[in-house]
Structures are given as structure tokens and as C-alpha cells.
């Protein structure tokens, strides 16, 4: 057996019950057999052993008390992954279905995805199975602050810095700085996603959704085609999904659908800027359901549905997917159906959105599939920038920081293309994006000796 199936087997036998990681790891070390040949010194430093463990993960209590005074006790993470190229750096996640899988899986996918950025930033993760669903501002404060009461003697801003994910928007990263900064009393760069009042960035909100189609414009440039005139699915309807809709219409696309974890809507129209900001206003203050942009503008609603069985049962034409929402919600079926119905180009906002067959039907059919660890980058190499800023005691205007982002996100693309090319396979965005941040963490490791 190969050093690269050993490892799959050992991560298999070893964190049995961690399918999302195992997932994760598995479609990335499946595609890193050629650095293995090409790369004898990787394997005598056992390079592919090591960079599936974490450096650390720590487990915490985080005990809180809602506004009817009744206790309640959640799970804190922190998966520091990989630190060789610079500072853990990743974000956190606060939903029920969080667990040590989940943010070991985000964990090993941000390493990844942080080298292709071009800056120095390592990777790490997470989070708490804490729903902030339902709660008020208040409890919400209670429990960043009792969330941040552990956390913040495992970060800094030379150390790990987290930023937002799911559940984790500007509200929380407000809380959560809040009482870093309290109880530490340090007004630095140690969370990015920050307020631009205390240090955070222009363009970070809007960053990962723009990345994405920066990212997407760029595959559909290799064949001539554009956004311009072409109808667009998006699924989720957060922070990634509501600047995906924005960037795409922006740039000429008819975006048709977009969805929560209760429904999804499919509005033929198209969703324009005014409905845009409807659906910000919606989900960003007013924290309400998606199935009210329906009943305001008058469309379908498919209660309980994810947008990809709704495209599918429907038999609904789309030219380009952007899934947005989680892991794995976008099934073999469904990718079945996307390519039988003429979608000519993925490109992942979320992560690990598609599942490993979703994946194998997008590359069999030889239509464009831009990774999440590529495809989604541009929200972390944004926190990058909000670093950089916040080292230099300086911000960039909202041009500057924009024009950054495309730069970082074309230099990804690049990346991925050369690389996929120099191992033998042309085109193959899985190949490039996990070859090109492989090997230059790899390269980093190796110079350090083994520690
Ligand atoms: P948000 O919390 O802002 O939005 C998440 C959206 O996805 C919501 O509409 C939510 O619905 C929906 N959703 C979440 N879980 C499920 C589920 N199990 N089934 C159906 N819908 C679901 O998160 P983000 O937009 O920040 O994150 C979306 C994805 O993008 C995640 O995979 C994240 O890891 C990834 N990502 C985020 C980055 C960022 O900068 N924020 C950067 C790179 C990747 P509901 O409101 O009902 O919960
Ligand atoms: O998955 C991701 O890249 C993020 N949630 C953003 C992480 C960050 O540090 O900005």
C-alpha cells in the first residue's frame, strides 16, 4: 500500500466515528498520489502522516444562562490544524450539528485553502454546537462572552485568529472582541470580520461571495463564456450567499433561487438589488425565514426543500451553481440532474458543499467544478488583508481592498491550473487546488525538521 492509502486507513481506523473528516481527508489525499512520487523527501519526513493531525484540539465547556435564568451547558472547539506557514487562522461556527468531525473537516480544508491565498496564514477552526436560533440579542451576548472566557487563552494575533462561519456573523464577532479585548486588555488584531469602527476591513462581509464569482468568472473564462444573460442557482441565504447573489447579478447573471434551512424559493425574475437587500434586511436584522421573500414577491416556495432536489425534481435549467449553504447538500442525484439539464459550471461557496459522487458526476461530465478550498478563498485571504491592516495601523479603501481580493482570486485560479497541468491533468480544478496548497505546506514543513 502507498504512504498516501496508509494514512487513509490509519485516519479511518483511528477517528472512526469522524465521517465529515474522513470525508475530507480522503478526497484530498486521493489526489496527491503523483507528489508522493515526485516528492521522495515528503514521504521520508513523513509529511502525509503528519499534516492529517492537528497541532492541537482543545474541547471546552461553555456554560450559559439564558434570560429565564435556566442554565444551559454547550460545547466549545478549537482545532489549531497547521501552523507552518503562518498563524492558525480560521473561522468559528455556532450551529447544533457542530462537533469534533465538523471543525476537524473545516479544519484540514482551510490549511489547504490558506496557502493558495498567497499569504501567511496557517489553518485551523471552530466553534460550538450552540443554536443561536431563537435567542435573543442578550443570550447571544451571554454566550459569546462565556465562549470567549476559555477561548481566548488558546489565541492571538501571532498565535490563531478566528473569524465568522456559520451562525458567526458581525453581531457575534462584536461580542466575541468585545470581551477578548475586556478581559485581556488588548485592542489587536487577534479576531478578523470586525466592525470597521474597531479594525475590521472593507470588502470582508462581502468577500467570500464576491471571491466566488470572481473565481467562477475566471474558470468560464478558459471557455469564452461570462455571467452575462446566464440564469444562476445559489443555495443558502447568509453572509456567502447574499454577496454571491449580489456579485453575479452585478455582473449580468439572472440568479433564480436561494434558500434557508426551512425552505427554498425559485423566483423566475431573477432576484434584483432591491430584493438583494430585502433578503440582507431579512436574514442580517430582522433574522426572519426565507419563505417571507416569497410571499413579498410573490414566487414559489418549496417548504422543507434544499435548492438542489428542488432544481432537480423540477426539472429547473440552470447554467451555473453556486451552493453556499453547508457540506454535503448537494447529492450525486442532484449533480445528475444539474449537468443533464445543461449547467456548465460549479463553483463552491460553502464548504465541501458537494458530496464525493457530486463531485465524480461534475468531473465525468467535464464541465467546470471549482472547489470550495479554491472557489471560497477570497473570504479568508480577505482576513488576511484585515491582518495586514491592522499590523500597518492603516485601512484600505473599499477599491483597494476590492481590487486585492480579484487579484488574490486570479492568482488562485492560476495556481490551480498550473499545477493541475504539471501533474498530468489539465483542466482538473480537485487537482490543482489540493497539489498547489499540498506542496507548499509541504515544502514549509519539511524545512522545519521534525517537530
Ligand atoms: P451563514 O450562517 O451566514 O449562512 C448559512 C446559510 O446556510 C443560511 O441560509 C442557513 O440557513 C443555511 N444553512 C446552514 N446549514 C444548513 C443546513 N444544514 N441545511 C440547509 N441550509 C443550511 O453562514 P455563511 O454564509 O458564512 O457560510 C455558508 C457556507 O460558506 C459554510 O459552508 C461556510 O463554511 C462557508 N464559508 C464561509 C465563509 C465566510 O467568510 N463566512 C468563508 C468561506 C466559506 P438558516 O438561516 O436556516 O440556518
Ligand atoms: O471557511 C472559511 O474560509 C471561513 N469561514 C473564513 C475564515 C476566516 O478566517 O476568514
Redesign the pocket.
Known amino acids: 500500500m502507498s504512504v498516501i492509502q496508509d494514512t487513509i486507513a490509519r485516519v479511518r481506523q483511528l477517528d472512526v466515528e469522524q465521517i465529515e473528516f474522513q470525508q475530507a481527508v480522503t478526497e484530498v489525499l486521493e489526489t496527491l498520489e503523483p507528489t508522493a512520487e515526485r516528492h521522495p523527501e515528503f514521504v521520508k519526513a513523513g509529511i502525509y502522516e503528519r499534516i492529517v493531525e492537528p497541532e492541537r484540539a482543545v474541547q471546552f465547556r461553555v456554560p450559559w444562562v439564558d434570560d429565564k435564568g435556566r442554565v444551559h451547558v454547550n460545547r466549545g472547539f478549537r482545532v489549531q490544524f497547521n501552523n507552518a506557514i503562518g498563524p492558525f487562522k480560521g473561522?468559528l461556527?455556532f450551529?447544533p450539528?457542530v462537533n469534533m468531525s465538523i471543525i476537524k473537516f473545516?479544519g484540514f480544508e482551510q490549511v489547504f485553502k490558506n496557502a493558495l491565498t498567497t499569504l501567511p496564514m496557517g489553518g485551523g477552526k471552530g466553534g460550538s454546537d450552540f443554536d443561536p436560533?431563537g435567542k435573543s440579542d442578550h443570550e447571544i451576548m451571554r454566550f459569546c462572552q462565556a465562549f470567549m472566557s476559555e477561548l481566548y487563552r488558546h489565541i492571538g494575533p501571532e498565535t490563531d485568529v478566528p473569524?465568522?462561519?456559520?451562525?458567526v456573523?458581525a453581531r457575534e464577532i462584536g461580542y466575541l472582541y468585545g470581551y477578548y479585548k475586556k478581559i485581556r486588555n488588548e485592542h489587536t488584531g487577534v479576531l478578523t470580520?470586525k466592525g470597521l469602527e474597531y479594525g475590521g476591513s472593507l470588502i470582508r462581509p462581502e468577500?467570500?461571495g464576491y471571491g466566488t464569482v470572481y473565481f467562477a468568472a475566471e474558470m468560464l473564462a478558459t471557455r469564452g463564456l461570462d455571467f452575462k444573460d446566464k440564469v444562476v442557482a445559489v443555495?443558502?441565504?447568509?453572509?456567502?450567499?447574499q454577496f454571491a447573489v449580489e456579485k453575479a447579478t452585478q455582473m449580468g447573471a439572472r440568479v433564480i433561487t436561494v434558500?434557508?434551512?426551512?425552505a427554498s424559493i425559485v423566483d423566475e425574475k431573477g432576484i434584483s438589488p432591491e430584493k438583494c437587500c430585502f433578503i440582507m434586511d431579512l436574514?442580517n436584522n430582522r433574522r426572519g425565514?426565507i419563505k417571507e421573500y416569497a410571499q413579498k414577491y410573490d414566487c414559489v416556495c418549496y417548504e422543507g426543500e434544499?435548492v438542489w432536489d428542488v432544481i432537480r425534481q423540477q426539472g429547473i435549467k440552470v447554467d451555473i451553481a453556486l451552493p453556499?449553504?453547508?457540506?454535503n447538500?448537494l447529492n450525486a442525484e442532484n449533480a445528475a440532474a444539474l449537468v443533464r439539464n445543461g449547467c456548465f459550471c460549479v463553483a463552491e461557496?460553502?464548504?465541501m458543499?458537494s458530496t464525493p459522487d457530486a463531485v465524480r458526476a461534475f468531473q465525468e461530465s467535464n464541465i467546470l467544478y471549482g472547489p470550495?478550498k479554491a472557489a471560497?478563498a477570497g473570504?479568508?485571504a480577505t482576513s488576511g488583508l484585515e491582518m495586514s491592516q491592522n499590523s500597518l495601523k492603516m485601512s484600505w479603501t473599499r477599491e483597494e481592498v476590492d481590487k486585492r481580493l480579484l487579484i488574490i482570486m486570479k492568482s488562485i485560479h492560476k495556481a490551480c491550473l498550473e499545477s493541475a497541468e504539471a501533474y498530468g491533468k489539465k483542466g482538473d480544478y480537485v487537482v490543482g487546488a489540493n497539489t498547489a496548497g499540498f506542496v507548499k505546506v509541504a515544502r514549509a514543513m519539511l524545512a522545519y525538521g521534525i517537530v
Open positions: 473561522g461556527r450551529h450539528s473545516l436560533k473569524a465568522g462561519d456559520i451562525g456573523g470580520g468577500a467570500t443555495s443558502g441565504s447568509g453572509n456567502v450567499a434558500c434557508d434551512s426551512s436574514k425565514r434544499n453556499c449553504a453547508t457540506q447538500e461557496g460553502a464548504n458543499p470550495g471560497n473570504g479568508v
